[in-house]
């Protein structure tokens, strides 16, 4: 089931795929995949190199930054410079897409690309509450 939440035109996040959601995720017009879940968080969710192969399937890049409690400023810099890189929209994903937009959201005021409100907004139009992590 895919629950991909757009925050910007760039940059969407997500809980928890399945490689089933990859093709979707093509369909939708992505073109690559951040694994932002390390594995054996839960003993049920799929590999990353599952995910990695589904993504190779569809023609998909696929990256693995994965980030356990609070992201390393190393994570912050790696997120931004793939999103950066990727020459089209990037889905990134995590347990709950959290991680994911709070790795992103630092990096991009770290860059300097966006104010605090802005990404404060970004995020809530995603469903994330980003007021406590951008103060």
Known sequence: MTDFRRVT???SVSPQIAPADVAA???Q???LIVNN??????PAQPSGAEIE?????????YVAIPVRGGPTAEQVAALRETVE?????VLAFCRS???????WSLGQAQAGARSRQELIDLGAQA????????A
């Open 53 to 61: 192969a589904a993504a190779k399937a569809a023609g998909l890049g």
């Open 97 to 103: 897409g959290t991680r994911c937009i709070v790795t």
């Open 29 to 31: 017009g992505f073109v």
């Open 25 to 27: 995720a093509a369909a």
């Open 9 to 11: 035109d760039q940059f």
């Open 127 to 134: 469903g994330y509450d980003l007021s406590g992590v951008l």
């Open 85 to 89: 890189a990727a020459d089209g929209p």
């Open 37 to 42: 879940r390390p594995d054996g968080e839960d």
